[in-house]
């Protein structure tokens, strides 16, 4: 069976710090895998995904995560934070050959401070 | 453009009353449609998927169930509610083999 693993419940940063947002996950087959973002009083929206090819995926708002399938991680980074990146970031994988079912991780909550 | 509607936005319910939530989508066809749960402090869980009419997958015993009358259209129901039951809802659709999920706005729902 699939699982997907968040470590951090919470990560406080400041403004204009780098940051990671770190997603493990275990399975016995191939996966996709896959960030979604969660803002205040809004749905989930995708953040970006895993398919195939590279292992350097960029995403949208300037986010980006790197796939390493010997550690079986899924690591979202930026660079620069804003104030408007807090929220909940949710990590998800899904087998290849299913049908597209997600099975999400706990969630991270992203706090960017002043 | 495709959209997806979810009601109720929140709804609070009695110990061992009956439930029903509805999703709708719009704009596609033959979408893969999902059922999924957010308990306070746990994350999202699959609980119903559904790949065409009248073909439901249920992903986790429990006192819910689900069904597809429409090509578009997937309710979430139980006959009598639990506390356990209390959580956010999701109603989300893809497109198959798209892989990417289009959430609804969700359901709050409170047993007391």
């Known amino acids: 069976a699939q699982s997907v693993t968040q470590l951090d419940s919470q990560v406080p940063v400041f403004e204009e710090a780098p940051v990671e947002l770190r997603c493990n996950y275990s399975?016995?087959?191939?996966?996709?895998l896959f960030w979604y973002v969660q803002y205040p009083n809004q749905g989930l929206q995708l953040l970006l995904k895993?398919?195939?090819?590279?292992?350097l995926v960029k995403g949208i708002n300037g986010f980006e995560a790197e796939f390493n399938k010997s550690q079986t991680s899924f690591h979202l980074r930026k660079p620069s934070v804003h104030i408007s990146d807090t929220a909940e970031y949710f990590c998800?994988?899904?087998?290849?050959?299913?049908?597209?079912?997600?099975?999400f991780g706990s969630g991270t909550r992203l706090l960017v401070r002043p | 453009s495709q959209t997806i509607h979810q009601w109720p936005a929140t709804l609070v319910q009695p110990v061992g009353s009956p439930l029903s939530l509805e999703c709708t989508v719009e704009?596609?066809?033959?979408?893969?449609l999902y059922w999924y749960r957010q308990a306070a402090g746990r994350g999202l869980q699959l609980l119903f998927y559904?790949?065409?009419?009248?073909?439901i997958s249920s992903e986790v015993p429990q006192n819910l169930s689900a069904s597809r009358p429409q090509d578009r259209q997937f309710i979430l129901s139980s006959k009598k509610l639990l506390l356990s039951d209390s959580g956010f809802y999701l109603c989300?659709?893809?497109?198959?083999?798209?892989?990417?999920?289009?959430f609804g706005s969700g359901t709050q729902l409170s047993v007391l």
């Open positions: 989300a659709w893809s497109v198959p083999g798209g892989g990417k999920l289009f």
């Open positions: 399975s016995s087959v191939s996966v996709y």
């Open positions: 895993y398919l195939s090819g590279s292992t």
């Open positions: 998800a994988v899904s087998e290849v050959d299913s049908s597209y079912k997600l099975i």
């Open positions: 704009g596609t066809s033959n979408p893969n």
């Open positions: 559904s790949v065409g009419i009248g073909q």
